[in-house]
């Protein structure tokens, strides 16, 4: 179970579906007449698909409660930023979309607060779609069998990590007096014992049974599955 909000959708693999989903979702917000926002996260990469345009233009015709943001990180894993799009900026792209587009630093914790916020309450008062450009950077590989040091230059990244938002965030408060060492101690130790905490729940908890795929893939099983199910469930031992 999720800690934290419980209609927020999962991670979508495929590139920039999410982007038509996030439409039907405002859409169907909109329909309900609920005074809420759907909020549409997706990489530099993804704003090169057809179902970001695609997602784009409808809410820009429908006038959705939605707001996009890109965090452009300048790399869809080995294809760099200048050869995706001839444009100048991502966030100019809302233009032919007919909604305002707003370029921001994707390393402040503070403008992307500012600029969400912004977007987000115009949307909640019918004022249509937002999109945003978050300017970052990916410090570290795209996956676990991505090897970035065979495209990118290592000064690059290295120059990359000056501007790191975390570490920056934290001088930031350190120097307004809001932060301390000390504080973060507390906080990392706070945290190592949540992890903890949750592998030794997860390693107390039995693994499922063989029957359990059938058991919370359908709300009632399909007659041609009954089968499969008892032979599964013939098969258990104990």
């Not at 990469?45 to 300048?74: C, H, M, T």
């Not at 690059?156 to 790191?164: D, N, P, R």
């Not at 101690?185 to 908890?205: F, K, N, P, S």
């Amino acid at each position: 179970d999720f800690a934290g909000p419980k209609q927020d959708f999962p991670y979508c693999v495929p590139i920039a579906t999410q982007c038509t989903q996030a439409a039907g979702v405002a859409s169907a917000m909109r329909l309900r007449g609920e005074r809420r926002v759907a909020v549409c996260f997706l990489g530099d990469g993804a704003s090169s698909k057809g179902d970001f345009y695609e997602a784009l233009n409808l809410a820009g015709v429908w006038q959705l409660p939605l707001v996009f943001v890109i965090a452009n990180n300048r790399w869809a894993i080995s294809v760099p930023l200048s050869k995706q799009t001839a444009c100048a900026t991502l966030a100019q792209k809302a233009i032919a979309a007919g909604l305002p587009g707003e370029q921001v630093d994707g390393n402040d914790l503070l403008a992307v607060r500012e600029a969400t916020s912004r977007a987000v309450n115009r949307a909640r008062r019918g004022g249509g779609p937002t999109l945003i450009e978050g300017l970052t950077y990916r410090l570290g590989d795209h996956t676990t069998s991505d090897d970035a040091r065979r495209y990118r230059p290592d000064a690059e990244v290295s120059a990359a990590w000056q501007g790191e938002p975390l570490a920056r965030l934290r001088q930031f408060m350190v120097h307004g007096g809001g932060w301390s060492a000390g504080e973060e101690e507390r906080l990392i130790a706070d945290c190592d014992a949540q992890v903890e905490e949750a592998v030794a729940a997860y390693l107390a908890t039995p693994p499922p049974r063989p029957p359990d795929m059938f058991t919370h893939l359908f709300a009632e099983l399909p007659a041609s599955l009954a089968p499969q199910r008892a032979a599964v469930t013939g098969g258990e031992h104990g």
